[in-house]
């Protein structure tokens, strides 16, 4: 079935953006579109000078909001939309600067929007947010409709403005906007986390902001943009683990940190991060023991009396890479781990080898892609991890996997990424069950990495579906001694493991930092993900060969 889109545009106003969303539709062999041109209605309002200023401005660092030829569209006014019915057309979308596009009796109108209800891109978006630390950017897909029929938003990508500069995230926002567009009209599976919510109101009568306004804003907020930006590389995490003396369902509704205990593991010239219960044992842990010398990870045990920890045996992966997040699960009495290593570019699935004291490769679900902090769960007779893929952001999409099998063949979830939120996105800790509810920590790094943690409540999650909801927050406590960050929640028993962060600077550790950054542009390794110290495939079971690429629609 061929799904016929009318694109619109302003008639004086074709950015490339635009040109390349037509583009990219067209290389869809189920859609078929048709632009126009709508007319600018005249006005009698006097002109404001800095409404061009956007246009003048940001193209010179952004080139998908340059101007574009002219495409052959014809021209029409807003009243002749309503020409276009369902006999011809199935969807039309709206790229015009004021959301100008009525919709015809029984088609949709589709526009981005920001939760102001204004167009996307228009100005200066998301200006004030880009320079308050914390802040996030909402883009809404949303969708309009006749008299009578309820307006509703399609899908949401959710970022974080703060993290590099003003001009790289809306190159950034552009792309990701642009995907989420061509994904959902071309008629790939949409999310059910928006059941007919109203979207943003439009809004009406704004300007953009003046010459005045405008230096001021960037006057009070300059100083807390840079501060944000660089305060990572200038400052060290000091990362502890700790626990809580009640179980992780308790934490839905007891969401403060006051009560946690927090280990002393003596002087590790680095810091142990991560912490992941070991099935049967309340008083061992597996966790990350990350050293400043050498800028890598390991993996070693870590036995718990009171509020002291020890390190016990180093976990031999036979992995010579940096390794980190070692999510421990049992299944069929044999004890697995899923552990992150960027630097393979792989998701490997590990079982204990008791016999042997070490770890064999099981299977390999993902190849060719740096899957950042991978946490397993069983939902609906499936086996699922759930992943962040660096490629894309290394904070705030989540990324799915399944199989029948933990052998496999593991196949990747047909909406890829499921999720684009830099709230609730990552991963932290082991997914859990509670009156009869399965929650997946993720982790809120609008602020910083690894800054609270939200509880998502699984509502759907099958092969071409996904809809979660936030159902608590967890934030660091403000008195303790992580109170920069909180990362990872994992059940432990009857009691809840954690790890959290505070900024401290220490001039041996920048030191070392400016070392691995000048050896690093010497030597050109593979790039780090955004966290703590720094085209995808399929896999299945074994030691055999690599697996083969993902297909289109994330088969094997």
């Given at each position: 079935?061929?799904?016929r889109?009318?694109?619109?545009?302003?008639?004086?106003?074709?950015?490339?953006?635009?040109?390349?969303?037509?583009?990219?539709?067209?290389?869809?062999?189920?859609?078929?579109?048709?632009?126009l041109?709508?007319?600018?209605?005249?006005?009698?309002?006097?002109?404001?000078?800095?409404?061009?200023?956007?246009?003048?401005?940001?193209?010179?660092?952004?080139?998908?909001l340059?101007?574009?030829?002219?495409?052959?569209?014809?021209?029409?006014s807003?009243?002749?939309?309503?020409?276009?019915?369902?006999?011809?057309?199935?969807?039309?979308?709206?790229?015009?600067?004021?959301?100008?596009?009525?919709?015809?009796?029984?088609?949709?109108?589709?526009?981005?929007?920001?939760?102001?209800?204004?167009?996307f891109?228009?100005?200066?978006?998301?200006?004030?947010?880009?320079?308050?630390?914390?802040?996030?950017?909402?883009?809404?897909?949303?969708?309009?409709?006749?008299?009578?029929?309820?307006?509703?938003?399609?899908?949401?990508?959710?970022?974080?403005?703060?993290?590099r500069s003003?001009?790289?995230?809306?190159?950034?926002?552009?792309?990701?906007?642009?995907?989420?567009?061509?994904?959902?009209?071309?008629?790939?599976p949409?999310?059910?986390?928006?059941?007919?919510?109203?979207?943003?109101a439009?809004?009406?009568?704004?300007?953009?902001?003046?010459?005045?306004?405008?230096?001021?804003?960037?006057g009070r907020?300059?100083?807390?943009?840079?501060?944000?930006?660089?305060?990572?590389?200038?400052?060290?995490e000091?990362?502890?683990?700790?626990?809580?003396?009640?179980?992780?369902?308790?934490?839905?509704?007891?969401t403060?940190?006051?009560?946690?205990?927090?280990?002393?593991?003596?002087?590790?010239?680095?810091?142990?991060?991560?912490?992941?219960?070991?099935?049967?044992?309340?008083?061992?842990?597996?966790?990350?023991?990350?050293?400043?010398?050498?800028?890598?990870?390991?993996?070693?045990e870590?036995?718990?009396?009171?509020?002291?920890?020890?390190?016990?045996?180093?976990?031999?992966?036979?992995?010579?890479?940096?390794?980190?997040?070692?999510?421990?699960?049992?299944?069929?009495?044999?004890?697995?781990?899923?552990?992150?290593?960027?630097?393979?570019?792989?998701?490997?699935?590990?079982?204990?080898?008791?016999?042997?004291?070490?770890?064999?490769?099981?299977?390999?679900?993902?190849?060719?892609?740096?899957?950042?902090?991978?946490?397993?769960?069983?939902?609906?007779?499936?086996?699922?991890?759930?992943?962040?893929?660096v490629?894309?952001?290394?904070?705030?999409?989540?990324?799915?996997?399944?199989?029948?099998?933990?052998?496999?063949?593991w196949?990747?979830?047909?909406?890829?990424?499921?999720?684009?939120?830099?709230?609730?996105?990552?991963?932290?800790?082991?997914?859990?069950?509670?009156?009869?509810?399965?929650?997946?920590?993720?982790?809120?790094?609008?602020?910083?990495?690894?800054?609270?943690?939200?509880?998502?409540?699984?509502?759907?999650?099958?092969?071409?579906?996904?809809?979660e909801?936030?159902?608590?927050?967890?934030?660091?406590?403000?008195?303790?001694p992580?109170?920069?960050g909180?990362?990872?929640?994992?059940?432990?028993?009857?009691?809840?493991?954690?790890?959290?962060?505070?900024?401290?600077?220490?001039?041996?550790?920048?030191g070392?930092?400016?070392?691995?950054?000048?050896?690093?542009?010497?030597?050109?390794?593979?790039?780090?993900?955004?966290?703590?110290?720094?085209?995808?495939g399929?896999?299945?079971?074994?030691?055999?060969?690599?697996?083969?690429?993902?297909?289109?629609?994330?088969?094997?």
């Open positions: 079935m061929t799904v889109i009318l694109l619109v545009t302003d008639a004086g106003d074709v950015r490339r953006w635009h040109r390349s969303i037509d583009e990219e539709l067209r290389t869809v062999a189920a859609v078929r579109t048709v632009g041109r709508m007319e600018t209605v005249p006005t009698e309002r006097r002109p404001d000078p800095w409404a061009a200023l956007p246009a003048r401005a940001l193209p010179r660092a952004v080139p998908d340059r101007a574009a030829a002219r495409p052959s569209w014809p021209a029409l807003p009243s002749d939309l309503a020409d276009f019915g369902p006999a011809s057309t199935d969807l039309v979308i709206d790229l015009t600067a004021g959301r100008r596009a009525t919709p015809p009796p029984g088609v949709p109108v589709w526009s981005l929007v920001t939760m102001d209800g204004r167009a891109p228009r100005g200066f978006p998301f200006l004030e947010e880009a320079y308050r630390a914390g802040s996030v950017a909402t883009i809404v897909l949303a969708e309009r409709r006749g008299p009578g029929e309820a307006d509703g938003i399609v899908d949401s990508i959710t970022l974080s403005p703060t993290r003003y001009a790289a995230f809306l190159r950034e926002a552009l792309g990701l906007s642009r995907s989420m567009l061509t994904a959902r009209s071309a008629g790939r949409a999310p059910a986390a928006f059941p007919r919510r109203a979207p943003p439009p809004a009406e009568g704004r300007r953009e902001p003046g010459a005045a306004a405008l230096l001021r804003f960037l907020g300059l100083v807390d943009h840079v501060w944000h930006q660089h305060k990572d590389k200038l400052l060290m000091e990362w502890r683990i700790g626990y809580l003396d009640r179980p992780i369902g308790s934490t839905l509704a007891q403060g940190m006051a009560d946690a205990r927090w280990l002393d593991v003596g002087r590790l010239g680095g810091y142990a991060a991560d912490p992941f219960g070991l099935p049967g044992a309340d008083d061992r842990l597996y966790c990350e023991v990350y050293s400043w010398a050498t800028g890598r990870g390991v993996i070693r870590m036995a718990v009396s009171g509020d002291s920890g020890a390190l016990g045996a180093l976990q031999d992966f036979g992995c010579d890479a940096h390794m980190s997040y070692p999510c421990l699960f049992e299944e069929g009495g044999e004890l697995y781990c899923v552990p992150e290593q960027l630097e393979t570019r792989a998701v490997t699935l590990f079982r204990h080898d008791r016999a042997a004291g070490r770890w064999r490769r099981f299977a390999t679900p993902l190849t060719g892609t740096r899957a950042a902090d991978p946490a397993f769960f069983v939902f609906g007779g499936r086996y699922w991890i759930a992943y962040t893929d490629d894309i952001d290394g904070y705030n999409n989540l990324c799915l996997l399944h199989a029948e099998s933990l052998a496999g063949p196949r990747r979830h047909d909406r890829f990424p499921v999720k684009i939120d830099v709230r609730s996105a990552r991963s932290a800790g082991t997914p859990f069950w509670h009156d009869g509810a399965l929650y997946r920590p993720a982790q809120d790094c609008s602020l910083t990495y690894g800054g609270a943690i939200a509880l998502n409540r699984i509502r759907v999650c099958t092969p071409d579906a996904y809809e909801e936030v159902a608590a927050v967890l934030r660091p406590d403000p008195a303790g992580a109170r920069h909180l990362h990872t929640l994992s059940r432990w028993g009857g009691r809840t493991l954690i790890d959290g962060k505070q900024y401290a600077f220490s001039l041996p550790v920048l070392r930092k400016v070392m691995r950054k000048l050896s690093g542009r010497l030597a050109r390794p593979v790039p780090a993900v955004a966290g703590k110290g720094s085209g995808p399929v896999g299945g079971a074994g030691e055999g060969p690599a697996p083969q690429a993902f297909s289109e629609r994330g088969g094997a």
